[in-house]
């Protein structure tokens, strides 16, 4: 069983920036495939990006060249860095990991974008 726990959420006004952390538990996070997503009130989750076991990411528009994937395999920690926060961000951010064809996800975060 694969567990993720997200942290680094919070409030922030427009333009502002915040780093999210996603922590696994187990041995085999290197091996796993690693996404963002978030998820607005009134609204289906939403892909952002994506980090393969090799290396390599992936962005939606929406987000490419404000956020950036990365992941710490020593830590088993995956990591989301968001500049340039716009009141759209806002919403409930999650983890997930997909590992033999198997998807978990952690609890989510809140981000808040606001003046």
């Known amino acids: 069983q694969v567990q993720l726990v997200e942290s680094g959420g919070g409030s922030v006004q427009p333009g502002g920036s915040l780093r999210l952390s996603c922590a696994a538990s187990g041995s085999i996070f290197s091996f796993a495939a690693m996404a963002w997503y978030r998820q607005a009130p009134g609204k289906s989750r939403e892909l952002l990006a994506t980090?393969?076991?090799?290396?390599?990411?992936i962005y939606v528009d929406s987000v490419k060249g404000r956020f950036t994937i990365s992941r710490d395999n020593a830590k088993n920690t995956l990591y989301l860095q968001m500049n340039s926060l716009k009141p759209e961000d806002t919403a409930v951010y999650y983890c997930s990991a997909r590992i033999d064809y198997v998807d978990y996800w952690g609890q989510g975060t809140q981000v808040t974008v606001s003046s």
């Open positions: 980090s393969s076991s090799g290396g390599s990411t």
